[in-house]
Protein backbone atom coordinates (compact mmCIF):
# COMPACT_ATOMS: atom_id res chain seq x y z
CA UNK A 1 0.00 0.00 0.00
CA UNK A 2 2.88 2.27 0.94
CA UNK A 3 4.17 1.85 -2.68
CA UNK A 4 1.26 2.15 -4.25
CA UNK A 5 0.51 5.52 -2.63
CA UNK A 6 4.39 6.89 -3.30
CA UNK A 7 4.06 5.77 -6.97
CA UNK A 8 0.65 7.96 -7.12
CA UNK A 9 2.23 10.71 -5.48
CA UNK A 10 5.24 10.68 -7.80
CA UNK A 11 2.91 10.01 -10.92
CA UNK A 12 0.93 13.55 -9.54
CA UNK A 13 4.23 16.03 -9.17
CA UNK A 14 5.59 14.39 -12.43
CA UNK A 15 1.69 15.43 -14.33
CA UNK A 16 1.49 18.59 -11.70
CA UNK A 17 5.48 19.94 -12.93
CA UNK A 18 5.22 18.80 -16.60
CA UNK A 19 6.91 21.57 -18.47
CA UNK A 20 4.25 21.76 -21.19
CA UNK A 21 1.42 23.00 -18.28
CA UNK A 22 3.68 25.97 -17.30
CA UNK A 23 5.68 26.97 -20.16
CA UNK A 24 5.28 27.72 -23.64
CA UNK A 25 6.49 25.08 -26.45
CA UNK A 26 10.34 24.80 -26.28
CA UNK A 27 10.50 26.37 -23.25
CA UNK A 28 11.12 24.71 -19.16
CA UNK A 29 12.01 24.34 -16.20
CA UNK A 30 15.76 23.58 -17.66
CA UNK A 31 15.86 27.44 -18.94
CA UNK A 32 15.52 28.70 -15.57
CA UNK A 33 18.59 26.60 -13.83
CA UNK A 34 20.94 28.59 -12.31
CA UNK A 35 23.98 29.19 -14.31
CA UNK A 36 27.10 31.06 -15.63
CA UNK A 37 26.30 33.30 -11.91
CA UNK A 38 22.68 34.26 -12.58
CA UNK A 39 20.26 33.27 -10.55
CA UNK A 40 16.59 32.53 -10.98
CA UNK A 41 13.27 32.13 -9.23
CA UNK A 42 12.83 28.64 -7.74
CA UNK A 43 9.38 26.99 -6.51
CA UNK A 44 11.88 25.58 -2.87
CA UNK A 45 12.22 29.34 -2.30
CA UNK A 46 8.38 30.01 -1.30
CA UNK A 47 9.12 27.19 1.74
CA UNK A 48 10.88 30.99 3.67
CA UNK A 49 7.81 32.29 3.50
CA UNK A 50 6.13 30.08 5.86
CA UNK A 51 8.28 31.40 8.76
CA UNK A 52 8.08 35.01 7.49
CA UNK A 53 4.05 34.29 7.87
CA UNK A 54 4.74 33.08 11.31
CA UNK A 55 7.01 36.65 11.88
CA UNK A 56 4.19 38.45 11.10
CA UNK A 57 1.70 37.16 13.38
CA UNK A 58 4.10 37.46 16.15
CA UNK A 59 5.19 40.79 15.50
CA UNK A 60 1.35 41.64 14.76
CA UNK A 61 1.00 40.93 18.25
CA UNK A 62 3.11 42.57 19.54
CA UNK A 63 2.52 46.11 17.35
CA UNK A 64 -1.39 45.74 18.44
CA UNK A 65 -0.52 45.48 22.32
CA UNK A 66 2.16 48.14 22.19
CA UNK A 67 2.56 50.83 19.11
CA UNK A 68 -1.22 50.40 18.40
CA UNK A 69 -2.58 51.45 21.75
CA UNK A 70 -0.03 54.44 22.04
CA UNK A 71 -1.38 55.16 18.69
CA UNK A 72 -5.15 54.96 19.62
CA UNK A 73 -4.25 57.28 22.60
CA UNK A 74 -2.39 59.93 20.76
CA UNK A 75 -5.04 60.27 18.14
CA UNK A 76 -7.83 60.45 20.72
CA UNK A 77 -9.86 56.71 20.07
CA UNK A 78 -12.70 56.78 22.54
CA UNK A 79 -14.13 53.46 23.21
CA UNK A 80 -18.11 53.50 23.60
CA UNK A 81 -19.27 52.17 27.21
CA UNK A 82 -21.73 49.00 26.09
CA UNK A 83 -24.48 48.34 29.05
CA UNK A 84 -24.31 44.32 29.19
CA UNK A 85 -27.07 41.76 28.78
CA UNK A 86 -28.28 40.73 32.24
CA UNK A 87 -28.14 37.50 32.70
CA UNK A 88 -31.10 35.38 30.87
CA UNK A 89 -30.71 31.37 30.84
CA UNK A 90 -34.07 31.53 28.62
CA UNK A 91 -33.01 34.25 26.34
CA UNK A 92 -29.28 32.69 26.30
CA UNK A 93 -30.40 30.21 24.93
CA UNK A 94 -32.14 31.10 22.40
CA UNK A 95 -29.87 33.87 21.06
CA UNK A 96 -27.06 31.24 20.59
CA UNK A 97 -28.53 28.01 19.47
CA UNK A 98 -31.52 29.75 17.54
CA UNK A 99 -31.33 33.73 16.50
CA UNK A 100 -29.93 36.78 17.58
CA UNK A 101 -32.43 38.75 15.61
CA UNK A 102 -35.91 36.92 17.09
CA UNK A 103 -39.00 37.64 14.82
CA UNK A 104 -41.61 39.46 16.57
CA UNK A 105 -43.92 36.08 17.38
CA UNK A 106 -40.79 34.94 18.67
CA UNK A 107 -40.41 38.13 20.98
CA UNK A 108 -44.08 37.79 22.37
CA UNK A 109 -43.35 34.00 23.06
CA UNK A 110 -40.07 34.91 25.03
CA UNK A 111 -41.95 37.92 26.09
CA UNK A 112 -44.43 35.66 28.29
CA UNK A 113 -41.57 32.80 29.06
CA UNK A 114 -39.64 35.27 30.64
CA UNK A 115 -41.67 37.99 31.87
CA UNK A 116 -40.40 40.63 30.33
CA UNK A 117 -42.11 43.18 28.18
CA UNK A 118 -41.44 42.82 24.50
CA UNK A 119 -38.92 45.97 24.64
CA UNK A 120 -37.60 44.64 26.94
CA UNK A 121 -36.53 41.38 25.32
CA UNK A 122 -35.75 43.43 22.43
CA UNK A 123 -33.32 45.54 24.42
CA UNK A 124 -31.99 42.23 26.00
CA UNK A 125 -31.09 40.97 22.32
CA UNK A 126 -29.64 44.54 21.21
CA UNK A 127 -27.35 44.89 24.13
CA UNK A 128 -26.44 40.85 23.42
CA UNK A 129 -25.45 41.46 20.05
CA UNK A 130 -23.44 44.66 20.81
CA UNK A 131 -21.32 42.41 22.90
CA UNK A 132 -20.65 40.10 20.56
CA UNK A 133 -19.47 42.99 18.10
CA UNK A 134 -15.46 44.22 18.00
CA UNK A 135 -14.89 47.45 20.07
CA UNK A 136 -13.27 50.35 18.17
CA UNK A 137 -9.48 49.91 19.61
CA UNK A 138 -10.00 46.20 18.44
CA UNK A 139 -10.57 47.56 14.60
CA UNK A 140 -8.29 50.30 15.29
CA UNK A 141 -5.44 47.70 15.92
CA UNK A 142 -6.14 45.65 12.93
CA UNK A 143 -5.89 48.89 10.73
CA UNK A 144 -2.74 50.35 11.54
CA UNK A 145 -0.92 47.31 11.41
CA UNK A 146 -2.38 46.47 8.09
CA UNK A 147 -1.47 50.52 7.31
CA UNK A 148 1.60 50.33 8.32
CA UNK A 149 2.60 47.04 6.12
CA UNK A 150 0.99 48.55 3.18
CA UNK A 151 2.93 51.77 3.56
CA UNK A 152 6.23 50.60 3.77
CA UNK A 153 5.07 47.45 1.37
CA UNK A 154 4.42 50.45 -1.03
CA UNK A 155 7.31 52.59 -0.49
CA UNK A 156 9.74 49.41 -0.50
CA UNK A 157 8.21 48.13 -3.86
CA UNK A 158 8.53 51.88 -5.22
CA UNK A 159 12.02 51.70 -4.41
CA UNK A 160 12.84 48.47 -5.72
CA UNK A 161 10.99 49.25 -9.19
CA UNK A 162 11.75 53.02 -9.53
CA UNK A 163 14.48 52.35 -11.61
CA UNK A 164 13.62 49.04 -13.71
CA UNK A 165 12.24 49.55 -17.39
CA UNK A 166 9.35 47.33 -17.07
CA UNK A 167 7.71 50.09 -14.94
CA UNK A 168 7.56 52.28 -17.58
CA UNK A 169 7.14 49.95 -20.80
CA UNK A 170 5.03 46.74 -20.54
CA UNK A 171 6.95 44.73 -23.12
CA UNK A 172 9.87 44.85 -21.23
CA UNK A 173 7.88 42.19 -18.51
CA UNK A 174 8.51 39.98 -21.27
CA UNK A 175 11.60 40.49 -22.84
CA UNK A 176 14.02 37.46 -22.03
CA UNK A 177 11.15 34.89 -20.72
CA UNK A 178 12.05 32.87 -19.42
CA UNK A 179 15.29 33.52 -18.49
CA UNK A 180 15.36 36.75 -16.11
CA UNK A 181 17.70 36.98 -13.86
CA UNK A 182 15.98 37.56 -9.87
CA UNK A 183 17.39 40.46 -8.37
CA UNK A 184 17.94 40.38 -4.67
CA UNK A 185 15.17 43.01 -4.34
CA UNK A 186 12.97 41.22 -6.01
CA UNK A 187 13.07 38.43 -4.00
CA UNK A 188 12.51 40.16 -0.84
CA UNK A 189 9.54 41.98 -2.06
CA UNK A 190 7.87 38.95 -3.27
CA UNK A 191 8.89 36.89 0.27
CA UNK A 192 7.62 39.63 2.05
CA UNK A 193 4.29 40.07 0.57
CA UNK A 194 3.30 36.45 0.24
CA UNK A 195 4.54 35.97 3.78
CA UNK A 196 1.90 38.92 5.04
CA UNK A 197 -0.87 37.46 2.81
CA UNK A 198 -0.54 34.22 4.22
CA UNK A 199 -0.50 35.35 7.72
CA UNK A 200 -3.67 37.60 7.21
CA UNK A 201 -5.25 34.34 5.59
CA UNK A 202 -3.93 32.69 8.95
CA UNK A 203 -5.31 34.83 11.40
CA UNK A 204 -8.57 35.40 9.59
CA UNK A 205 -11.13 33.64 11.79
CA UNK A 206 -9.83 36.05 14.83
CA UNK A 207 -10.02 39.88 12.62
CA UNK A 208 -12.86 41.95 12.81
CA UNK A 209 -15.66 39.57 10.37
CA UNK A 210 -16.89 42.04 7.49
CA UNK A 211 -19.54 41.19 5.61
CA UNK A 212 -17.25 40.94 2.22
CA UNK A 213 -15.52 38.27 4.55
CA UNK A 214 -15.90 35.38 1.81
CA UNK A 215 -14.87 37.92 -1.00
CA UNK A 216 -11.78 38.50 1.28
CA UNK A 217 -10.99 34.60 1.37
CA UNK A 218 -11.19 34.52 -1.97
CA UNK A 219 -9.38 37.42 -2.66
CA UNK A 220 -6.30 36.08 0.00
CA UNK A 221 -6.42 32.70 -2.03
CA UNK A 222 -5.99 34.49 -5.34
CA UNK A 223 -3.71 36.21 -4.38
CA UNK A 224 -1.84 33.71 -2.77
CA UNK A 225 -2.07 31.49 -5.60
CA UNK A 226 -1.08 34.43 -7.99
CA UNK A 227 2.20 35.15 -6.26
CA UNK A 228 3.10 31.63 -5.28
CA UNK A 229 2.42 30.49 -9.20
CA UNK A 230 3.97 33.89 -11.37
CA UNK A 231 7.35 33.14 -8.61
CA UNK A 232 7.98 29.58 -10.05
CA UNK A 233 6.94 30.07 -13.77
CA UNK A 234 9.71 33.08 -13.46
CA UNK A 235 6.56 36.12 -13.90
CA UNK A 236 8.16 37.94 -11.69
CA UNK A 237 8.31 41.53 -13.29
CA UNK A 238 4.83 40.72 -14.18
CA UNK A 239 4.16 39.82 -10.32
CA UNK A 240 6.04 43.30 -8.71
CA UNK A 241 3.95 45.46 -10.90
CA UNK A 242 0.58 43.62 -9.95
CA UNK A 243 1.79 43.84 -6.25
CA UNK A 244 2.72 47.67 -6.26
CA UNK A 245 -0.60 48.48 -7.89
CA UNK A 246 -2.27 46.52 -5.12
CA UNK A 247 0.00 48.63 -2.21
CA UNK A 248 -0.56 52.08 -3.86
CA UNK A 249 -4.20 52.44 -2.80
CA UNK A 250 -4.80 49.77 0.55
CA UNK A 251 -2.86 51.94 3.13
CA UNK A 252 -5.06 54.69 2.18
CA UNK A 253 -8.10 52.93 3.04
CA UNK A 254 -6.52 51.68 6.28
CA UNK A 255 -5.79 55.67 7.29
CA UNK A 256 -8.96 56.38 6.87
CA UNK A 257 -10.50 54.15 9.12
CA UNK A 258 -7.88 54.90 11.56
CA UNK A 259 -9.61 58.70 11.23
CA UNK A 260 -13.09 57.39 11.00
CA UNK A 261 -12.17 55.47 14.43
CA UNK A 262 -10.75 58.48 15.88
CA UNK A 263 -13.91 60.83 15.13
CA UNK A 264 -11.32 63.13 12.95
CA UNK A 265 -14.33 63.24 10.38
CA UNK A 266 -13.07 65.53 7.74
CA UNK A 267 -9.59 64.32 7.98
CA UNK A 268 -11.04 60.87 7.22
CA UNK A 269 -13.71 61.94 4.34
CA UNK A 270 -10.54 63.68 3.03
CA UNK A 271 -8.44 60.63 2.93
CA UNK A 272 -11.10 58.18 1.85
CA UNK A 273 -11.92 60.61 -1.60
CA UNK A 274 -8.63 60.41 -1.86
CA UNK A 275 -8.55 56.44 -1.80
CA UNK A 276 -11.46 56.42 -4.00
CA UNK A 277 -9.83 58.45 -6.77
CA UNK A 278 -6.60 55.99 -6.71
CA UNK A 279 -8.39 53.05 -6.44
CA UNK A 280 -10.33 53.68 -9.52
CA UNK A 281 -6.64 54.61 -11.38
CA UNK A 282 -5.24 51.70 -10.02
CA UNK A 283 -7.12 49.06 -9.87
CA UNK A 284 -10.05 49.82 -12.78
CA UNK A 285 -7.59 51.31 -15.24
CA UNK A 286 -4.18 50.64 -14.92
CA UNK A 287 -4.96 46.85 -13.59
CA UNK A 288 -6.77 45.90 -16.59
CA UNK A 289 -6.17 48.48 -19.28
CA UNK A 290 -2.12 48.33 -18.99
CA UNK A 291 -1.06 45.18 -16.96
CA UNK A 292 -3.95 42.84 -18.05
CA UNK A 293 -3.55 43.80 -20.93
CA UNK A 294 0.57 43.07 -20.82
CA UNK A 295 -0.15 39.42 -19.48
CA UNK A 296 -2.79 38.77 -21.60
CA UNK A 297 -2.61 40.30 -24.87
CA UNK A 298 0.76 40.92 -25.58
CA UNK A 299 2.40 36.96 -24.77
CA UNK A 300 0.35 35.55 -27.41
CA UNK A 301 2.46 37.71 -30.10
CA UNK A 302 5.46 35.92 -28.96
CA UNK A 303 4.24 32.13 -27.66
CA UNK A 304 1.58 30.32 -28.35
CA UNK A 305 -1.17 29.99 -25.63
CA UNK A 306 -0.26 27.32 -22.72
CA UNK A 307 -2.18 26.23 -19.98
CA UNK A 308 -0.35 28.63 -17.59
CA UNK A 309 -1.09 31.64 -19.21
CA UNK A 310 -4.66 31.10 -18.80
CA UNK A 311 -4.22 29.61 -15.04
CA UNK A 312 -2.91 33.14 -14.25
CA UNK A 313 -4.73 35.16 -16.36
CA UNK A 314 -7.64 33.50 -14.65
CA UNK A 315 -6.17 34.37 -11.16
CA UNK A 316 -5.89 38.19 -12.47
CA UNK A 317 -10.06 37.95 -14.23
CA UNK A 318 -10.88 36.67 -10.38
CA UNK A 319 -9.15 39.57 -8.85
CA UNK A 320 -10.44 42.12 -10.93
CA UNK A 321 -14.19 41.24 -10.29
CA UNK A 322 -13.65 41.38 -6.78
CA UNK A 323 -11.95 45.08 -7.59
CA UNK A 324 -15.40 46.10 -9.13
CA UNK A 325 -17.21 44.79 -6.30
CA UNK A 326 -15.31 46.47 -4.21
CA UNK A 327 -15.38 49.77 -6.45
CA UNK A 328 -19.10 49.77 -5.85
CA UNK A 329 -18.82 49.42 -1.90
CA UNK A 330 -16.83 52.19 -2.24
CA UNK A 331 -19.07 54.19 -4.21
CA UNK A 332 -21.85 53.65 -2.04
CA UNK A 333 -19.33 54.86 1.00
CA UNK A 334 -18.65 57.76 -1.67
CA UNK A 335 -22.38 59.22 -1.56
CA UNK A 336 -22.42 59.54 1.80
CA UNK A 337 -19.40 62.20 1.63
CA UNK A 338 -21.97 64.13 -0.17
CA UNK A 339 -22.83 67.78 1.70
CA UNK A 340 -25.09 66.75 4.62
CA UNK A 341 -24.05 63.11 5.54
CA UNK A 342 -21.26 63.70 8.94
CA UNK A 343 -18.77 60.75 8.02
CA UNK A 344 -17.76 58.05 5.58
CA UNK A 345 -18.46 54.80 7.08
CA UNK A 346 -16.96 50.95 6.11
CA UNK A 347 -20.14 49.71 3.99
CA UNK A 348 -18.39 46.15 5.28
CA UNK A 349 -18.47 47.05 8.91
CA UNK A 350 -21.38 45.68 11.12
CA UNK A 351 -22.94 49.08 12.79
CA UNK A 352 -23.55 49.29 16.75
CA UNK A 353 -26.76 49.32 17.85
CA UNK A 354 -28.07 52.12 19.95
CA UNK A 355 -29.61 51.53 23.51
CA UNK A 356 -32.19 53.45 23.91
CA UNK A 357 -33.27 52.22 27.71
CA UNK A 358 -35.00 55.59 28.34
CA UNK A 359 -37.44 55.97 25.45
CA UNK A 360 -37.84 52.59 25.45
CA UNK A 361 -39.39 52.83 29.29
CA UNK A 362 -41.63 55.84 28.79
CA UNK A 363 -43.14 53.68 25.33
CA UNK A 364 -43.41 50.70 27.74
CA UNK A 365 -45.29 52.78 30.63
CA UNK A 366 -47.10 54.62 27.70
CA UNK A 367 -48.26 51.40 25.94
CA UNK A 368 -49.24 49.66 29.75
CA UNK A 369 -51.41 52.65 30.86
CA UNK A 370 -53.28 52.27 27.74
CA UNK A 371 -53.68 49.21 28.02
CA UNK A 372 -55.24 49.71 31.62
CA UNK A 373 -57.64 51.99 30.41
CA UNK A 374 -58.81 50.32 27.96
CA UNK A 375 -58.99 51.94 24.78
CA UNK A 376 -58.78 51.02 20.68
CA UNK A 377 -57.12 52.53 17.86
CA UNK A 378 -58.40 52.25 14.30
CA UNK A 379 -60.55 49.00 15.90
CA UNK A 380 -56.86 47.17 17.36
CA UNK A 381 -55.55 47.35 20.58
CA UNK A 382 -52.79 50.01 21.33
CA UNK A 383 -50.16 47.01 21.43
CA UNK A 384 -50.96 46.76 17.95
CA UNK A 385 -49.77 50.22 17.00
CA UNK A 386 -46.16 50.19 18.53
CA UNK A 387 -43.61 50.26 15.37
CA UNK A 388 -39.99 48.57 16.23
CA UNK A 389 -37.35 51.18 16.19
CA UNK A 390 -35.20 51.67 13.52
CA UNK A 391 -31.73 49.81 14.78
Given at each position: MGEEQSEMLSQLSEWFWNERLWFPV?????????????????????????PIALAFLIVRQIFERTVAPWLASL??????????????PALESHFC?????????????????????????????????????????????EASWRFMFYLLAFIAGLGALIDKPWLYKMEEVWKGFPTLTLLPSQYWYYMIELGFYM???????????????KEQIVHHVATILLISFSWCVNYIRAGTLIMLVHDSSDYLLESAKMFNYAGWRKTCNYIFILFAAVFFVTRLVILPFWIMHCTWVYPVTIYPPFFGYYFFNGLMFVLQCLHIFWFVLILRMAIKFLPGNRIVEDERSDREETDDSEEEDAQEKERHAKTKNGPLQNGHSPSNNNHRKME
Open positions: GLGWADIQDRDGHTYAKGSDLWVTLMGVKEKVRVRAESNTASKHPAQSVVESLSKQTGYSELQVQRWFRRRRNQERPNQLKKFRSLLFSVASDVKRKDF
